[in-house]
């Protein structure tokens, strides 16, 4: 279904505008999609609840749509006043924040982000994180929202198929976590161990933590295993999208 809208007055062009802050992406439990790609790889998992195109999109793409989603055609002028990216593509989605299955009992492998809080490196670490075979991705306090609209890019797509679960506390998390016989592995620059040290231990928790702190004192005390990524350079640490994407690759192997 297509109609052309005028107004940036219009109920969903008001409600797109709001989905770029992070107290309506959780009061209407929807985040926002930009750009073709995302918005086809939203599409295909049904998880669209409107699109917004621009003119100028349209006129070249007019068979860009979904004939039981709504699509909503709008002026170049409204489309920019929508949009978080500079230079568009002129599509745009709601997407319908969805409880994607999570099963812990038939997980081997899945990843902690203690208060990574950069949204290119949380959407280059979810990415990743599909990619590199984890089962579920957990975050604490202090993370940046996962549907942060640059976390989302940075996905490439993955936000609408990795489990995220945003709802435990570290202390939570650990508990339930060993309760189900994973060893907690966690990145510490303070560690004697090498994460090329770490033997087969059978279901993995891999820490990793914020950018500027690295792990809390609480996941500190609770790992079962400290780990470091051995530097051969003067830098003192890596990018946590990078330390991440080495230590689920190195770990991801190990588990069972």
């Excluded at 797109?16 to 930009?34: G, T």
């Excluded at 170049?76 to 230079?87: R, S």
């Excluded at 489990?163 to 907690?184: H, M």
Aim: glycine residues 8%.
């Amino acid at each position: 279904m297509i109609r052309h809208i005028e107004s940036k007055d219009n109920k969903y062009v008001k409600l797109a505008k709001s989905l770029s802050r992070k107290k309506y992406r959780e009061k209407l439990s929807m985040f926002c999609a930009e750009g073709k790609r995302l918005v086809s790889e939203a599409l295909s998992v049904g998880a669209v609840e409107f699109v917004i195109l621009s003119e100028s999109f349209f006129e070249k793409k007019s068979d860009f749509s979904d004939e039981n989603v709504l699509t909503l055609v709008v002026s170049d002028a409204v489309f920019k006043d929508i949009c978080d990216t500079e230079n568009s593509q002129g599509v745009f989605a709601a997407v319908r924040i969805s409880q994607i299955p999570q099963n812990l009992d038939l997980a081997r492998f899945v990843l902690i982000l203690d208060g990574v809080s950069e949204p290119g490196n949380m959407g280059t670490i979810i990415r990743s994180a599909e990619a590199l075979g984890v089962d579920i991705i957990y975050t604490t306090d202090g993370c940046v929202d996962v549907y942060n609209p640059k976390t989302v890019r940075a996905t490439m797509g993955s936000i609408f198929r990795m489990p995220i679960d945003r709802g435990k506390s570290r202390a939570e998390l650990l508990e339930v976590l060993k309760e189900r016989g994973f060893t907690v592995c966690a990145s510490s620059l303070s560690a004697e161990k090498s994460i090329s040290d770490i033997s087969d231990c059978g279901k993995i928790a891999l820490v990793i933590g914020s950018e500027a702190w690295g792990i809390s004192s609480e996941i500190e005390a609770g790992a079962d295993i400290l780990f470091k990524i051995p530097m051969s350079g003067a830098a003192e640490s890596l990018n946590a999208s990078v330390a991440a994407g080495i230590a689920m690759y190195e770990l991801g192997r190990k588990a069972l």
